[in-house]
């Protein structure tokens, strides 16, 4: 009984010691997850503002742009995944995995190639595990990402989606990533972002007047200023968007783990106090009964 009231409560210090490291990540997450609210609520507004602008002034123009033109043969799509670099989240990385794991089965029943693009260290380990082809990789921001890294993915993929498919390129880029409602509702979703198409409402359904544009120099070259910005603050509020839920989806991971320490913890006192009492009771048993053996071999004599 002894050793098991000590195993008890080496169990004890241990959860003890679990709980403190999933009770400060909760913490930090939860501190963190306030500023990466304000960065989506920053920067929601001007990517909305820019995708309507874009769309009306492609819209409106009559030229054959190479990034707002459907190409007649799809052969290579490219997908750009965005996960995590840490665990300890929950499914969040689980989640948009299995999404873009159904993008690709769509995209290649289509008979179109596929050309992973992937953010987060889960990411690449999911596909190089499986020992699967990668495009491209970057990691090390996911839960605090900066204009600087949307820049250089935006500038990559634009760069492929110049080049023909023979030559590396890809003919249409499509996103996967974790849209963040709210602290308990994150979705994983897909967007296309290349060949451009409207994802977000350009005001005519809610009475809101439509700009009318005028071209300096002309449409091609304001296109070819303005689409590349379309494509970097569009890359930018997706992971906005998925650090937001990255770290909502660790705060709740961290919280429950911390309230099963809390239970287990709860138990194993319960179990130590058992087996204590059981030390106890046969201690005051091995007492009395030996008392009344030397009662009894004192009376015989």
């Given at each position: 009984?002894?050793?098991?009231?000590?195993?008890?409560?080496?169990?004890?210090?241990?959860?003890?010691?679990?709980?403190?490291?999933?009770?400060?990540?909760?913490?930090?997450?939860?501190?963190?997850?306030?500023?990466?609210?304000?960065?989506?609520?920053?920067?929601?507004?001007?990517?909305?503002?820019?995708?309507?602008?874009?769309?009306?002034?492609?819209?409106?123009?009559?030229?054959?742009?190479?990034?707002?033109?459907?190409?007649?043969?799809?052969?290579?799509?490219?997908?750009?995944?965005?996960?995590?670099?840490?665990?300890?989240?929950?499914?969040?990385?689980?989640?948009?995995?299995?999404?873009?794991?159904?993008?690709?089965?769509?995209?290649?029943?289509?008979?179109?190639?596929?050309?992973?693009?992937l953010v987060g260290r889960k990411a690449a380990s999911f596909y190089r595990f499986r020992?699967?082809?990668?495009?491209?990789?970057?990691?090390?921001?996911?839960?605090?990402?900066?204009?600087?890294?949307?820049?250089?993915?935006?500038?990559?993929?634009?760069?492929?989606?110049?080049?023909?498919?023979?030559?590396?390129?890809?003919?249409?880029?499509?996103?996967?990533?974790?849209?963040?409602?709210?602290?308990?509702?994150?979705?994983?979703?897909?967007?296309?972002?290349?060949?451009?198409?409207?994802?977000?409402?350009?005001?005519?359904?809610?009475?809101?007047?439509?700009?009318?544009?005028?071209?300096?120099?002309?449409?091609?070259?304001?296109?070819?200023?303005?689409?590349?910005?379309?494509?970097?603050?569009?890359?930018?509020?997706?992971?906005?968007?998925?650090?937001?839920?990255?770290?909502?989806?660790?705060?709740?991971?961290?919280?429950?783990?911390t309230d099963n320490a809390d239970e287990l913890i709860k138990n194993l006192t319960r179990?130590?106090?058992?087996?204590?009492?059981?030390?106890?009771?046969?201690?005051?048993?091995?007492?009395?009964?030996?008392?009344?053996?030397?009662?009894?071999?004192?009376?015989?004599?």
């Amino acid at each position: 009984m002894a050793g098991q009231l000590r195993a008890y409560r080496r169990q004890i210090r241990s959860v003890q010691a679990t709980k403190k490291i999933t009770r400060a990540m909760e913490l930090i997450a939860a501190s963190r997850i306030i500023k990466a609210q304000a960065n989506v609520r920053a920067s929601t507004p001007y990517a909305r503002a820019l995708t309507r602008a874009v769309s009306a002034a492609a819209s409106n123009a009559s030229l054959d742009h190479p990034l707002i033109t459907e190409k007649p043969q799809v052969r290579r799509a490219a997908v750009l995944l965005l996960s995590s670099d840490r665990g300890l989240a929950g499914a969040y990385s689980s989640n948009v995995l299995r999404e873009g794991e159904r993008l690709t089965a769509a995209l290649r029943a289509d008979g179109k190639d596929v050309a992973p693009y992937l953010v987060g260290r889960k990411a690449a380990s999911f596909y190089r595990f499986r020992r699967r082809d990668i495009t491209a990789e970057w990691a090390g921001f996911t839960d605090s990402p900066r204009y600087e890294h949307a820049k250089e993915i935006g500038e990559r993929l634009v760069e492929d989606f110049g080049r023909e498919a023979a030559e590396g390129g890809v003919d249409e880029i499509h996103v996967v990533y974790t849209h963040f409602v709210s602290m308990v509702t994150q979705e994983p979703r897909v967007i296309r972002l290349l060949p451009l198409e409207v994802v977000e409402g350009t005001g005519q359904d809610d009475g809101e007047l439509q700009p009318l544009y005028e071209f300096e120099p002309s449409p091609e070259a304001v296109l070819d200023a303005l689409l590349p910005q379309y494509v970097n603050s569009r890359v930018y509020n997706c992971l906005l968007q998925a650090a937001a839920s990255e770290l909502a989806a660790r705060q709740r991971a961290m919280k429950s783990a911390t309230d099963n320490a809390d239970e287990l913890i709860k138990n194993l006192t319960r179990l130590a106090n058992n087996a204590r009492q059981a030390d106890i009771t046969q201690e005051i048993t091995e007492i009395v009964g030996g008392a009344d053996a030397l009662a009894s071999s004192g009376s015989r004599g």
